[in-house]
């Protein structure tokens, strides 16, 4: 088995996408998800092969007359590598890999190892790593060069001096000596990464008072292209799956005296490994403390109602379910077929048309986002000392002033505001605020 695992990367490697599709389900997309990630992992798909399966083998996953036939596809297409739109068990992975003689990679290794590509900022390489280890592990005991490669930044550490002289102890099993380092090296990780949560969490709290945006949405939605069709943010854009994993953060001004701060995240998708979810949850507290979600569709893929119920489970997850959410059909210029659109507008009829690309319904998002922004509007009756100039000049900032009366040091002010802004008001403490009929 070591032989076929010193990696788990796939660039550069001939693979055969294999999907078992459990009883009576529908393979419905031809493995194009598995083949994107795939291609995204830099391997070249030589073959796909699909087969149904009534129940799942606990040795092999898909029966050990379905291995061997795979064996022959292996041969005949001269594979190296055999990806799975599965998540399989160390054993099958073990069993397999005897079979066939080639690596084997489940669905959850092949997302683990686009993402410890992607990661460029020392959080997000942390997590990677973590989630790696977590996940991965029992499928590398006794592999010390493998897990090397994926441990990453462990390989300077303890974690990753394995096998050196007086690392021994009487009688002690290597798969012991294994276990035991790599406990301490996710135990390193988590206190690292406790330490990072800690600072952003005191960054996101210096935020209070700012009305907080974040982009969500599954990957290669155009989370990117909007967060910089609204900011020029300069964010990187690419046409591949998990293109960022960082979270950036602009200042996105609505309106005169109406500044959101905007935040894009990492792409969801389905199956998205438990792993990544929770080592990935402190990049994801910009969504679990936003005012407001913005939820980017790509509305010209053909399983764009799947991949928002793949975003809401994501969103339940880590617990920011519940939070205002505006849903946005991006790419509606790329759609072939109208009677697609209907049908997703149909089932969400408060969701906008927009195309980041083009610029297509931006302007409608800005006003519907200001609406959210402010809350719904009151007509307010404001008495303040002529002293406390705040008060008047936040009140033409971010509403509309109606009438101004002077008299006895005091100003009679009465204008209209946005109802999220009134605590803001009140915090710049004048004598009176009258909430009026309109």
């Not at 001939?14 to 493995?31: C, E, K, P, T």
Request: charged share 25%; with cysteine.
């Amino acid at each position: 088995m070591e032989k076929f695992r010193q990696t788990l990367r796939v660039r550069k490697e001939r693979a055969i996408l294999v999907g078992a599709i459990l009883g009576h389900a529908r393979a419905s997309d031809d493995l194009a998800e598995l083949t994107a990630l795939a291609e995204s992992a830099g391997a070249i798909v030589v073959d796909k092969f699909q087969q149904k399966i009534r129940t799942i083998n606990p040795v092999t996953y898909i029966g050990k007359g379905k291995a061997a036939l795979l064996t022959q596809r292996v041969h005949r297409f001269k594979a190296d590598v055999v990806i799975f739109d599965n998540d399989l068990s160390p054993r099958q992975i073990h069993e397999l890999e005897d079979i066939i003689a080639v690596k084997v990679l489940d669905r959850s290794e092949l997302i683990l190892d686009i993402f410890a590509t992607r990661a460029k900022t020392l959080q997000a390489k942390l997590q990677v790593e973590l989630a790696q280890l977590e996940y991965t592990y029992p499928r590398l005991t006794r592999m010390w060069s493998h897990l090397d490669a994926v441990a990453g930044a462990g390989g300077a550490t303890a974690a990753g001096t394995v096998g050196g002289i007086g690392t021994r102890g009487p009688g002690e099993q290597q798969l012991e000596i294994d276990r035991r380092l790599v406990s301490k090296r996710i135990t390193d990780l988590k206190h690292e990464l406790t330490r990072i949560d800690n600072r952003r969490i005191r960054e996101i709290d210096a935020r209070k008072g700012l009305f907080k945006i974040c982009i969500v949405g599954y990957t290669n939605a155009g989370k990117s292209t909007l967060l910089n069709a609204l900011t020029d943010a300069g964010a990187l854009v690419e046409d591949r799956l998990f293109a960022t994993l960082d979270t950036r953060t602009r200042k996105w001004t609505l309106t005169r005296g109406a500044e959101t701060l905007l935040s894009d995240t990492v792409g969801f998708i389905k199956n998205l490994p438990h792993q990544l979810v929770a080592s990935f949850k402190a990049t994801l507290e910009e969504a679990i403390n936003a005012d407001l979600l913005l939820h980017v569709v790509d509305a010209s893929n053909a399983d764009a109602l799947g991949q928002i119920d793949s975003v809401n489970a994501v969103l339940e997850e880590i617990g920011c379910g519940e939070n205002p959410i505006l849903i946005l059909l991006n790419k509606v210029d790329a759609i072939r077929k109208i009677s697609e659109l209907e049908v997703i507008q149909t089932l969400y009829p408060e969701a906008l048309c927009i195309s980041a690309r083009t610029g297509l319904g931006l302007e409608q998002l800005k006003q519907a986002v200001l609406a959210k922004y402010k809350g719904g509007e009151l007509l307010l009756r404001v008495n303040t000392p002529q002293s406390n100039g705040k008060v008047l000049s936040f009140l033409r900032a971010c509403g509309t002033v109606l009438n101004e009366e002077y008299c006895d040091g005091s100003i009679l002010i009465e204008a209209t505001l946005g109802q999220n802004q009134l605590p803001h008001l009140r915090r710049l403490r004048p004598e009176a605020i009258e909430i009026l009929p309109s």
